[in-house]
């Protein structure tokens, strides 16, 4: 009876244990309802192209990680895109603006400073890893593929950030 209360008292703090060792993303700014930019009226009823029409946010997005520090190897982001109304040439774009900040010894950010735009697609793809605590990772994004030929409508696509790590 003695080796089943103790072998009973090892797995309740090996799940306690582990339980708190679950890293968390938030996000700050991750609701966004853009309008297109005023078309040039030099260039009205012409299309305009992917390279003359975008918008373009940096800065609009804030990632946190945190509960990292305590027993979490490493982390890892992705990113991908639900699209839910979309006219298919519209295409979507994000990038890391910088390397956020941590008060963790030893914590580290891949890739380091800021990166290419990357296009999301409807798959998961890696964005950004690294190890312990960070917070105010900037995100930027942009929509390119926006024309006068296209028609008049909402389009609606989901970004979804996931956190994965190994203990």
């Known amino acids: 009876m003695k080796r089943i209360l103790y072998l009973f008292f090892f797995f309740g703090v090996a799940i306690d244990t582990f339980s708190q060792c679950s890293p968390t993303i ?14 040039p009226t030099n260039r009205i009823g ?3 192209g992917n390279s003359d029409l975008l918008i373009d946010r940096p800065g609009n997005i804030t990632v946190a990680i945190a509960n990292a520090d305590a027993c979490i190897n490493s982390w890892q ?6 699209d839910n109304t979309i006219n298919t040439n519209l295409r979507f774009w994000v990038n890391k603006i910088n390397d956020g900040s941590s008060i963790s010894s030893g914590a580290s950010i891949n890739p380091n400073g800021p990166s290419a735009f990357q296009e999301l697609q409807l798959s998961s793809q890696n964005f950004f890893s690294g190890t312990k605590n960070r917070q105010s990772i900037q995100i930027s994004y942009k929509v390119s593929g926006i024309s006068v030929l296209k028609t008049a409508a909402t389009y609606t696509t989901t970004v979804y950030y996931t956190i994965s790590y190994t203990l």
């Open 46 to 48: 012409l299309d305009y």
């Open 77 to 82: 982001v992705s990113v991908s895109r639900v």
């Open 26 to 39: 938030s996000l700050i700014g991750s609701s966004l309802l853009e309008s297109p930019p005023v078309f």
